[in-house]
């Protein structure tokens, strides 16, 4: 299976496309007309260029309004492919896209354009060249890759042949089996995009929001399916058309480019039948346990705040590091590593972020397959020196500079925590904290999609629908990743304007960070009382909120003098309900979250983020924190 991508997907000059497009792994590149024309060099030097690079040329694109015309207009588009194929063999690639005509004095008729298209072939054979047709989704008269394929057919000529695109073809809701039913070899070239399901014009929504397979809602893996059954053994290319995109960085787009397509391509191998030739064996996405450990990087006051914070929450100090500064605090199956270090990893994030969560250990089946996976994705390993005695804990680097390490039990590295720590023996200290029940990251809104693609295609990870998250001073957007069962749940909070709560906390960051940490608990009353106990002082939620939560839902007056007693937050879905408990704020804008799930509640408590966030602009700005 050869990769490709349309220059036009990645943001940049020429140079800094084809740069990117060769350091993610792709094996090709579509070249767009209007990225060769707003380049200063001759097609001789591009196609070197490309070529030097590691790089073929695997189609040259667009060739538009050709199909159907009358004379004089017919002529002139014959003239205009002969200039187009003098470009293609300077620059050295054999194939054009042909897409469907919307020329105005474009003639209809299945047997015209099939004509046409066998004198194009003509030409092009002369030459040793290719001719390709796309059904564009609006196009005037052939709009559905069913037509295309009928044009082609009846052109009969070995060197025309069908461009499938995922977009028009499920863009229009038109059925890919009905692909199963072309010859693969009729099939000169497949692209590839996804799309979130907006209702509005085709062409704008094809335009501004296609994205990467497996980032918007299309059945690209099914479309995919049918065309592998026909026994296409051409190029896979990715065209996306996508504002966001064009204003992102070069490199990290063609990252998550290659990433989805060879997860997508990995998915249509494990759903079969049809084989995908030369595509290497990659592990499948691996199932979450759950979060093995999160590991703070902090210093002085601010590691001391931390551990007061950690003690009023109940965590006892269980473990301390063999050879380095780390303190190990557990309740449950909560564990949490505070790291001194003024070296390594820890350190360098530290002197970045100031007091941050820099690792996430996350519970897995088998680590070193998890690895194994994500490296074929396109992830970096990471690796630090082992000291005597210490494991070696297979790890990748994240998105953003992050860390992410795998521990499973298979390979005995869940044995880290006796092996690499001294046991502190203290108190029971224990206020009924469990396990956490999700890590919630805050990033700039571009970043969302990389992020719930990189969770996507290495776990076993669904997404749900988008919410919208009202801060006072803008809106934040939120995203949903969980495993099947529940174990392991990320939220993706997405800040647009620095003035919000998340969008502040990222300026003092300086990139994709976890925000807050939720902790469930079996029983939030108990909790609370047993945390009041131990100094622990709750986010002080407004009266006002309480009088309008005993508008909006039935409660009891106890029940709801007992949420008011604790600034405890409260919300109901169909299934069940949730409570809240905050911490204050603390190192810059970092929470915790205490929470209680009953009958399978399975939201976050999204209509109570207005109250919460205005309670911590209060105290923050009473405190004078954050500093800008
Ligand atoms: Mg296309
Ligand atoms: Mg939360």
Known sequence: MKTSIATVSISGNLVEKLEAIAAAGFDGIEIFEQDFIA???????????????????????????????????????????ERKFDLMQELGTDLVLVCSSCHPQALGGVDRAAADFHELGERAARRGLRVGFEALAWGHHV??????????????????????????????????????????????????????????????????????????????????????????????????????????????????????????????????????????????????????????????????????????????????????????????DIRIVVNRET?????????????????IGIAVEDAAGTVARARQLGADPFQQPTGPGELDIPAIRGLSGSVLHFIDEASGLSDVWSVEFTRTETENTDAGLRRIDHLAQTMSYDEMLSWSLFYT?????????????????????????????????????GAETHRTMAGNFLADSFGASVQHIALATDDIFATSAALAARGFKPLPISENYYADLAARFDLAPDMLERLREGNILYDEDAQGAFFQLYSRPYAGGMFFEIVERRGGYAGYGAPNAPFRIAAQKRLMRQKGIPKR
């Open 39 to 81: 380049h200063d060099g001759s097609p001789r030097e591009v196609g070197d260029l490309i070529r030097s690079m590691g790089l073929e040329i695997t189609l040259f694109q667009p060739f538009r309004d050709f199909e159907g015309l009358p004379d004089p207009l017919r002529a002139k588009a014959f003239d205009r492919a």
């Open 143 to 332: 709009n559905d890759h069913r037509d295309a394929w009928e044009v082609v057919r009846r052109a009969d000529h070995p060197n025309v042949g069908l461009i499938l695109d995922s977009f028009h073809t499920l863009g229009r809701g038109i059925d890919p089996d009905t692909i199963r039913r072309i010859p693969g070899d009729r099939i000169f070239f497949v692209q590839l995009a996804d799309a979130p399901r907006i209702d509005m014009d085709l062409l704008y929504w094809s335009r501004h929001f296609r994205n990467m397979p497996g980032e918007g809602d299309l059945d690209v893996t099914g479309f995919m399916r049918a065309v592998m059954a026909t026994g296409y053994a051409g190029p896979v290319s990715l065209e996306i058309f996508n504002d966001q995109f064009r204003g992102g960085l070069p490199r990290g787009i063609a990252r998550d480019g290659y990433r989805s397509l060879i997860a997508l391509m990995d998915d249509v191998r494990r759903e079969g039948p049809a084989s995908v030739p030369d595509l290497p064996d990659i592990p499948a996405r691996s199932r979450v346990g759950g979060v093995s450990f999160v590991e703070f990087a902090t210093r002085g006051d601010e590691a001391e705040a931390l551990e007061t914070m950690l003690t009023t929450l109940g965590f006892q100090h269980s473990g301390t590091h063999i050879a380095k500064a780390l303190t190990l605090w557990a309740q449950g």
């Open 343 to 359: 070296t390594g990893f820890a350190s360098s994030a530290y002197a970045m972020h100031g007091t941050t969560v820099c690792d």
């Open 457 to 493: 295609t290495l776990f076993e990870m669904g997404k749900s629908p988008m919410v919208d998250v009202v801060d006072p001073d803008g809106l934040v957007r939120s995203q949903a990743l969980e495993a099947t069962d529940g174990a392991f749940r990320i939220t993706l909070n």
